[in-house]
């Protein structure tokens, strides 16, 4: 089974600076859909960024990309000028693209807490 | 306003007993999922369907089940076989799994007391 592993449990990042948080992942298909998820205390699920393994291009959104090296099975998040706003979980996801019928499971790791300072 | 309804936001479970948690989803999607949260665990997959009247046991599956009777719906009952049942059940759905991130709903606290 794919497994999606977050190292840093917390960070910490100052108001208006740059933090990168890591994941890593393990499959043996090629291609597949990643993505970062962001919980707040409200504790509901919203997608930050979506990034396809086909595409060589980083994902961005506004003030979030991606740096997705898929040799390395890397895919880590980088929120540049960082609000009090972002503080929350943030999940890193994977999926398979496949055309069978019993692989469409979507896996998350364990999460990173992320903390903005003032 | 489309959406993925969960019910209850909160819920208590006398141990021994089953108990149902809602999932209801107007966004047409065909796949809908259900995950279990525990603290420094992130999200484990109980089930998931990807159409109606089948679903596959996902990571955590013992001592639940679920049916997909309707696409709208996608309940879960956890069972007195599952022996530790307290967590925050989040359920999910996508309108292709090959394709589309998962839009979640707020979520069910399960408390057994």
């Known amino acids: 089974a794919q497994t999606v592993t977050q190292s840093q449990p917390e960070m910490s990042v100052q108001e208006a600076e740059t933090v990168t948080l890591s994941c890593t992942y393990d499959t043996s298909e090629s291609d597949y859909y990643l993505f970062w998820y962001k919980q707040p205390p409200s504790r509901q699920m919203i997608l930050v960024i979506r990034q396809e393994a086909y595409k060589q291009q980083n994902a961005t959104e506004n003030r979030f990309s991606v740096n997705f090296q898929k040799a390395a099975k890397s895919f880590s998040l980088k929120i540049s000028d960082s609000q009090l706003g972002d503080a929350a979980m943030y999940f890193c996801a994977y999926r398979p693209y496949s055309d069978r019928y019993n692989n469409n499971d979507m896996r998350f790791g364990a999460g990173t807490r992320l903390t903005v300072k003032p | 306003d489309g959406g993925i309804t969960q019910s209850p936001k909160y819920l208590f479970r006398k141990e021994g007993q089953n108990v149902t948690l809602s999932c209801e989803q107007n966004l047409n999607h065909d796949a809908m999922y259900w995950y279990r949260q525990d603290p420094g665990q992130g999200l484990r997959l109980i089930y998931y369907s990807q159409i109606v009247n089948d679903f596959q046991k996902g990571d955590i599956a013992e001592g639940y089940s679920v049916s997909r009777e309707k696409k709208e719906s996608f309940p879960l009952t956890v069972t007195s076989a599952q022996k530790n049942p307290t967590a925050f059940y989040l359920c999910?759905?996508?309108?292709?799994?090959?394709?589309?991130?998962?839009?979640f709903g707020q979520g069910t606290r399960l408390t057994v007391v």
């Open positions: 999910a759905s996508s309108i292709d799994p090959r394709t589309g991130s998962a839009f």
